[in-house]
C-alpha cells in the first residue's frame, strides 16, 4: 500500500492482453533510450519517433479492439468493456480525422463503432429472449398444473378413483405435460438465439474481412514490413509480437504488464523503457495526448517501482533507478500541466522522496494535501516526510492519521529507517504507535454460554485475529479459541456464545493473541 504501482488512468490501459503467452522482457534497441542517460532530472523530451506511422497506429489501435472484444457472462462487466472499447475507438477516430489520416482507415474505425451498436442490440435481444422464455415457461408450467389438477378432480369426483390413483394420474399429466412444454420452450429459445446469433455473426465477419482488406492494402501501399499489420489475433509470444510489430505501442505496453514472479529492479527499469519507446511511438498532435500520456504514467510506474526494489524506503543515497522515477514525474506533469487529479504530483513526490530531497517532496506533498489527505498511503508517506525533515511530532500525527484512514502496515512502520527521528526523539510515542494492545472481558448469561469481548486498544486496525483464551475457575480450566478478520482501532469484537464458564465468574483470565499486525 505505501509504494503501490498506481492504475494508469486512461481508456487503453483498462484493456488486458492476457490470452497470449507471456515471453521474458527485452530491451528494443533503440537509440532513443539514450535519454536516460542525461544527468539532468528535468523532463524528458517525448517526441514521436522518425519512423511513425499515424495509419500504422491506428491499424494497431483497431487490431487491439478487435482482438480485446467484450465477451462474458457477465452482462454489467460486458456494458463496461464495452464502453472503454468505444471510447478506445472514438479517441482514436478523431485524433486520425484531425491529423489526415487515412479516409478509408476512417471508414473502418465508424463500421467498428457501428458493429458495437449492432452488439449492443445483439445483446438486449438476447437478453429479451431470456426473459420471454422464462415467463413462457412458467406460464406453461401454471397450465400444466391446471390440467393435473382437473385430472386428479375428474379422476376422484368423476371415475370414483381412489385418492392415491388420482394422485398418480394427476402427477403423470402434470410431468407430462412439463416435459413437452420445457422442451417446446427449450426449443423456441434455441432457435430464436441462433438466429440472434447468425444476424451478428454475419455483420461482424462482414465488418471484420472488410477492415482485413484495407488493412492489406493498406500495408502494401505503405510498404510496412510482412507481419507489422494484422488484426488477426496471435498465438506468439509477447516478444515476438513486440518484434516483429516493433512499431507497435500496444504491444510493448503487453509486454511491459507483464507480471513477473520474481521482478527485480532491472526487469522494472526494462518495461518503463518499453512504455517511454510506446510513447515515443505515438503520432503527434493533442488527439493523441491521453496515449502519450498514459505510455508516460506507466512507464512512471514502473520507475518507480524499480526505486522500491532497489530499496524500499527513502532514507539513503538515492538508488540507480531513482533519477529515473524523477525525470519521469517531471516528465508526466510537463506532458499533463494542469494535474486536475493531482496524480502526477503524487508521483513527484514519491520520486523526490526516493532522490533524498525531502523538503521539496514534502512541499510538493503539502500542495495536494487537501485534494489528496484522505488516501492513507499518502498520508503515511507524509508522516515519512516528516520524521526526515526532523519534525517527530507531527511524523506521529500524520502516522495516527494514516491509520485512522485505514494504513495498517506496522510492521514496515517498526523497521523503516524513515522513521529513525520520530523513534529516537518520542521513543514512548514510538512504542504506542507501534504496540498491539488489546482489553479482553467476558461477557456472562445466566444458565446459557458465555460471551467473549475484545477491545482493540492499538492506534491501528488489527487484521486475521486469532485469539485464545485461558480461564480459571474453582479449579476448572476453560479455553476458548476466536478468530475475527477485521477489528477497527477502538472498536470491540464479541465472540458470541464462546465459553461456557460455571458460576459466572472466574478466579485467573489469560490470553494469546496473533495477528498481522503482531508480526
Same mark, same amino acid.
Given at each position: 500500500?505505501?509504494? +503501490? ?56 489501435? =483497431? ?24 471510447? =478506445? ?11 489526415? $489520416? ?35 415457461? $412458467? ?27 388420482? /394422485? #398418480? ?17 427449450? &426449443? ?8 440472434? #446469433? ?17 488493412? /492489406? #492494402? ?16 496471435? &498465438? ?23 507480471? +513477473? ?200 486496525? =488489527?487484521?486475521?485475529? &486469532?485469539? #485464545? ?51
Amino acid at each position: 500500500m505505501r509504494f +503501490e504501482l498506481h492504475a494508469a488512468q486512461y481508456v487503453l490501459f483498462a484493456l488486458a492482453l492476457s490470452s497470449v503467452v507471456p515471453d521474458a522482457a527485452r530491451a528494443q534497441s533503440d537509440t532513443s533510450f539514450r535519454a536516460f542517460a542525461q544527468p539532468s532530472d528535468g523532463p524528458m523530451d517525448i517526441q514521436p519517433s522518425p519512423d511513425v506511422d499515424q495509419d500504422l497506429f491506428l491499424v494497431h489501435g =483497431l487490431r487491439l479492439i478487435y482482438t480485446n472484444w467484450p465477451n462474458s457472462d457477465d452482462q454489467k462487466k460486458i456494458a463496461k468493456d464495452l464502453a472503454t472499447m468505444r471510447g =478506445l475507438a472514438t479517441t482514436l477516430r478523431n485524433a486520425g480525422s484531425g491529423r489526415g $489520416a487515412d479516409r478509408e482507415l476512417l471508414a473502418a474505425y465508424d463500421n467498428c463503432l457501428s458493429l458495437m451498436d449492432a452488439y449492443e442490440t445483439y445483446l438486449t435481444n438476447i437478453g429479451a429472449i431470456n426473459r420471454q422464455t422464462l415467463q413462457s415457461a $412458467a406460464q406453461a408450467l401454471l397450465g400444466a398444473l391446471w390440467d393435473a389438477g382437473g385430472d386428479w378432480a375428474k379422476g376422484k369426483w368423476i371415475e370414483g378413483k381412489s385418492s392415491e390413483d388420482a /394422485q #398418480k394420474g394427476a402427477a403423470f399429466t402434470f410431468l407430462w405435460e412439463g416435459a413437452k412444454t420445457t422442451y417446446s420452450v427449450t &426449443r423456441e429459445r434455441q432457435a430464436a438465439m441462433e438466429a440472434e #446469433k447468425q444476424k451478428f455473426a454475419a455483420q461482424s465477419n462482414t465488418v471484420f474481412a472488410s477492415a482485413n482488406t484495407l488493412v /492489406q #492494402k493498406l500495408a502494401s501501399e505503405h510498404r510496412w514490413q510482412p507481419g507489422e499489420a494484422s488484426l488477426e489475433t496471435s &498465438r506468439e509470444s509477447l516478444r515476438d509480437q513486440a518484434n516483429h510489430r516493433y512499431r507497435d505501442p500496444f504491444a510493448l505496453l503487453a509486454l511491459a504488464t507483464v507480471d +513477473e514472479p520474481n521482478e527485480t529492479a532491472a526487469i522494472a527499469v526494462t518495461k518503463a523503457n518499453y512504455c517511454i519507446r510506446a510513447a515515443q511511438l505515438v503520432p503527434a498532435g493533442d488527439g493523441y495526448a491521453t496515449f502519450r500520456n498514459g505510455f508516460i504514467s506507466q512507464a512512471l510506474g514502473f520507475a518507480l517501482q524499480a526505486a522500491f526494489l532497489e530499496r524500499p524506503y527513502y532514507a539513503g543515497p538515492p538508488s540507480s533507478s531513482a533519477p529515473l522515477a524523477l525525470r519521469l514525474a517531471r516528465t508526466y506533469l510537463m506532458m499533463d500541466p494542469a494535474d486536475q487529479s493531482g496524480f502526477g504530483r503524487v508521483q513527484l513526490e514519491r520520486a523526490l522522496g526516493f532522490n533524498g530531497r525531502y523538503n521539496e517532496a514534502l512541499d510538493t506533498a503539502y500542495a495536494i494535501s487537501k485534494q489528496w489527505g484522505s488516501d492513507p498511503a499518502f498520508a503515511y508517506r507524509y508522516a515519512l516526510l516528516m520524521s526526515l525533515t526532523n519534525s517527530p511530532d507531527r511524523a506521529a500525527q500524520y502516522l495516527a492519521l494514516a491509520y485512522n484512514l485505514g494504513y495498517n502496515d506496522v510492521h514496515d512502520v517498526r523497521v523503516t529507517p524513515d522513521f529513525e527521528v520520530l523513534r529516537r526523539a518520542r521513543p514512548q510515542l514510538f512504542d504506542q504507535l507501534t504496540t498491539v494492545k488489546v482489553s479482553p472481558s467476558i461477557h456472562f448469561y445466566p444458565l446459557l454460554p458465555d460471551d467473549i469481548l475484545i477491545r482493540n486498544d492499538s492506534p491501528f486496525e =488489527l487484521t486475521n485475529v &486469532r485469539f #485464545k483464551a485461558y480461564i480459571s475457575n474453582q479449579g476448572q480450566q476453560y479455553t476458548a479459541d476466536v478468530a475475527a478478520k477485521s477489528i477497527k482501532p477502538g472498536a470491540t469484537y464479541t465472540a458470541g456464545s464462546a465459553t461456557y464458564i460455571t458460576g459466572n465468574h472466574y478466579d485467573s483470565f489469560t490470553y494469546s493473541i496473533s495477528c498481522d499486525q503482531c508480526k
